[in-house]
């Protein structure tokens, strides 16, 4: 049952190297489009490493004249578009579409009665949860970044600095389509919501102030809409807000006010907060990295 993650990527950092070592523990082959088709030759190559399993194609660059914010996901479903017509055509069963500030992570390691293994099965929705952000630089956030708001509810998901509904797998068909960067459609047999804490999505948007304003800056001056449609309002609060501020900053070269604004939404490990909140369970420690070994 040979199983693909596909991602689209711009301007990879050391990290992506974690990222792809990680999963390729548990999947059979990683498409990555590159969102810069500027990307030099042994640029790939030092990414890719002596990873056979790990395949580079140049994305789409449809809408050069949207937000980046909205325009990444319209290339993104284009990607996965191409990626899925790639698969089929080698006999893959399984598609997941993921970022690379995302792990998919099973605690308990595939088992008998794992997703990937259920025959009535026809697309997989994970639960994701996202990372605290951290009071400090980090090289790799995903061996830095340990602990998670847990997603429970929409109490916890109105906390979160970006989306809280999941992202999901589909079993191959000749109808089955991306249905933006968090669906697919098409495909044949039931949805499947496994628990939780048995297979979810680590999600890691903006877990240092570094990352945070290098994140808003390329995101630019975008406007309240997905797509500059009026129909689709964005809703993350989180995100408005830090386009308002890091623009601010800019355009003033005043940081302050950014770099409190960032601070507020550092909390201090052992803090009263930060026990009352684990205490509650809305969140918890992951650490997807800590046995980590080198992909074969």
């Known amino acids: 049952m040979p199983i693909a993650i596909t991602t689209t990527i711009l301007r990879p950092d050391a990290s992506f190297s974690s990222w792809l ?20 030759l042994e640029d790939l190559d030092r990414l890719r490493g002596d990873r056979q399993q790990v ?26 578009g191409d990626a ?11 598609i997941l579409h993921i970022d690379s500030d995302e792990l998919l992570f099973e605690p308990g390691g595939e088992g008998s009665n794992s997703w990937s ?3 009535d099965v026809g697309s997989v929705r994970f639960t994701n949860h996202e990372a605290l952000p951290l009071s400090t630089a980090s090289e790799n956030v995903f061996e830095d970044c340990t602990w998670f708001r847990i997603n429970s509810d929409n ?11 999941g992202k999901s797998a589909a079993r191959l068909t000749r109808r089955v389509a991306p249905a933006g960067p968090h669906d697919f459609s098409g495909y044949r047999g039931q949805v499947y919501e496994p628990p939780a804490d048995e297979v979810m999505i680590l999600h890691y948007p903006t877990p ?22 009026e129909r ?3 809703r993350v609060e989180f995100m408005l807000k830090s386009r308002d501020v890091v623009q601010d900053a800019v355009k003033s070269g005043d940081w302050r006010k950014a770099r409190a604004f960032w601070d507020e ?3 201090t490990e052992g803090s009263e907060m930060w026990r009352n909140e684990i205490k509650a369970g809305k969140i918890r420690r992951y650490e997807p990295l800590a046995n980590k070994i080198a992909a074969p």
């Open 21 to 40: 070592n990680h999963h390729l523990r548990r999947v059979d082959l990683i498409l990555v489009y590159m969102d810069d088709p500027d990307n030099a």
């Open 265 to 267: 939404r550092v909390m």
């Open 208 to 229: 240092t102030y570094e990352r945070w304003v290098a994140k808003y800056k390329q995101y630019g001056d975008f406007g309240n809409y997905w797509y500059g449609d």
């Open 232 to 234: 689709s309002p964005n």
């Open 84 to 94: 899925i017509a790639y698969l089929l055509d080698r006999d893959f069963e399984w």
């Open 117 to 119: 293994r259920r025959r």
């Open 155 to 165: 109490a916890s998901r109105r906390r979160f600095m970006a989306y809280g509904n």
């Open 55 to 80: 395949i580079f194609r140049n994305g789409s660059q449809v809408a050069p004249e949207m937000s980046p914010e909205s325009r990444i996901m319209m290339r993104q479903q284009i990607n996965t």
